[in-house]
């Protein structure tokens, strides 16, 4: 009897971890990056199962349903070719409130695709048709980034101030709407670094900081991303 309740109770115990784990679909491409690294920060983390999809097949899987299955979705790519299905499947997840967290070079993509910068929050202009140059945001690589909580969040709960060698987007476009996370003064930067944004039912995270290994491996970029999982999934 008493191995039969033990057996019940290891059931009742796995199905409720199971149930608690956060489903990430994990999108990368259009830019390089440290592969091993980068899915080994994914892999360690506790409660998270990530299944990773690479451009274009992520946007014809999300076009297809697939994002449907996950709690949250990552974007570590920087993508450009969009079609009208693709587009329409991204707004479909807006209107029903599917959260997204960008990373990084995310902040790129789209540059032809105007309602990006509406869900993101911000946009880094790249040379283009009709782009004059003041407009066009830069980048630097191999600083360091000092970083101030600029609002206390579930996201950014438990840091004082935050320290990354690193690479600075600076003249990038930053929505009024959003809500400042993580600020920096360095000169070649934006002045804000992370921030959340909200787009029809969605809440949307944008991160920076994020350009190699040297980041990955740190331990506040770890529980930073960590913690705007979390608080994505409750969303």
Known sequence: M????????????????????????????????????????????????????????ANRQIALGKADEFDVLVFYDMWQNISLEERTAYLRLAQEGKPFLFLHHALVSYQAWPEFESIIGGKYVQEGKNVEKDMLSTYEHDVWVYCRIENY???????????????????????????????????????????????????????????????????????????????????
């Open 2 to 57: 008493q191995k039969l309740l033990l057996l019940i109770a290891l059931c009742v115990f796995s199905l409720s971890v199971k149930a608690e784990t956060i489903k990430v679909m994990l999108v990368t491409g259009g830019h390089s990056f440290d592969t091993l690294q980068f899915f080994q920060l994914f892999d360690e983390f506790d409660g998270i199962e990530y299944e990773h999809f690479a451009q274009p097949e």
């Open 153 to 235: 969040t579930p996201v950014t709960n438990g840091f004082r101030e935050l320290r990354f060698f690193d690479e600075v987007y600076g003249n990038v476009q930053i929505s009024d709407k959003v809500k400042p996370l993580l600020s920096t003064t360095h000169p070649n930067s934006m002045p804000y670094v992370a921030w959340e944004n909200h787009f029809r039912n969605s809440t949307v995270l944008y991160i920076q900081p994020g350009h190699d290994k040297r980041t990955y491996v740190e331990k506040d970029y770890r529980k930073l991303l960590f913690q705007a999982i979390h608080y994505l999934a409750k969303k």
